[in-house]
């Protein structure tokens, strides 16, 4: 039997806090740049003694959602879901069929027993597909702030390359490139998917009017983003580099970016969801929200 291929979607998860509304936002302009569904997605506990009061609670989070969208006047498409289950879990599912999932740095769901923004990091941390950490102070982008793609050898890194070239694109904004290849003295497989990429980027024509720039990775990217934290907006990073995930979303890394307007993108090679997947997820739905009751 032949299923119609997916629409791409880009998730954002949502739980009535400011710092979800804000990664509605982000969100909202990443789907229109992919010409994708935006899909907005609240977690309630499956323990929740008033199911009924916190299906409301839920609906009028989700509602705040749809009108920060529309307040920005950004052409999407929207639908929404109300799922049952671990937040980060659910969401960390939902990265297997979504061309991204947002969330806030900070949320009304991070464990009690742990720190603001815990479950961002979960997310982040157990993802099979792209997370984006949003961290937004601002409405609007300022063009003249750095993306920072972290580039290596890995299965991921051609599609650090790509999202940072398109966010470039509808961004308007510079590029700083972290490599460890141009500065070692050691020979470079020209032929490598990730080198052959960056060459064309640089010597395409139409880049020539966004400035980019390639820098040496340093040793700890941490220390150079306590550096220059106020002058990025967005750093993309291979989201299969355990360590580096791990100490972009430590303690350490999250105080420094407080206050910021730098988002963190954990990029991971796409995997398309099977048919049980996607039924799965229909059966742990507690009800979808559509278009028309907006």
């Not at 702030?145 to 966010?167: C, G, P």
């Not at 509808?170 to 470079?188: C, F, K, Q, T």
Request: with cysteine; aromatic share 4%; net charge negative.
């Amino acid at each position: 039997m032949n299923y119609p291929a997916p629409v791409e979607t880009v998730v954002v998860g949502i739980d009535g806090s400011k710092h979800a509304l804000r990664a509605v936002r982000w969100a909202a302009l990443e789907a229109a740049s992919l010409d994708a569904t935006l899909r907005l997605v609240y977690v309630m506990g499956s323990d929740d003694a008033d199911r009924h009061e916190n299906i409301d609670r839920a609906q009028h989070a989700l509602h705040k959602a749809w009108k920060a969208v529309a307040a920005a006047h950004i052409d999407v498409k929207l639908e929404s879901e109300i799922l049952s289950g671990s937040p980060a879990e659910r969401l960390a599912e939902e990265s297997r069929r979504a061309a991204v999932v947002c969330v806030g740095d900070r949320g009304t769901h991070d464990t009690p027993d742990g720190p603001r923004g815990s479950t961002a990091v979960e997310v982040a941390r157990k993802a099979s597909g792209t997370v984006a950490i949003i961290r937004r102070t601002h409405r609007e982008f300022d063009h003249r702030k750095w993306i920072v793609a972290v580039l290596d050898e890995s299965a991921s890194a051609t599609a650090v390359l790509k999202a940072a070239e398109a966010d470039s694109a509808w961004r308007d904004a510079p590029i700083l490139m972290l490599e460890p290849w141009s500065h070692s003295g050691e020979p470079v497989d020209a032929r490598h998917p990730v080198h052959a990429a960056l060459e064309r980027y640089l010597t395409a024509a139409d880049n020539n009017h966004l400035e980019s720039v390639t820098l040496a990775m340093p040793g700890h990217l941490s220390n150079l983003l306590r550096q220059s934290a106020c002058i990025d907006q967005l750093v993309i990073v291979p989201g299969d580099d355990r360590e580096l995930v791990a100490e972009l979303t430590g303690d350490d890394m999250r105080r420094t970016l407080k206050g910021s307007d730098c988002t963190l993108l954990f990029v991971r090679p796409s995997r398309c969801a099977s048919n049980d997947d996607v039924a799965a997820g229909q059966r742990n739905s507690i009800e979808l929200l559509t278009a028309a009751q907006s």
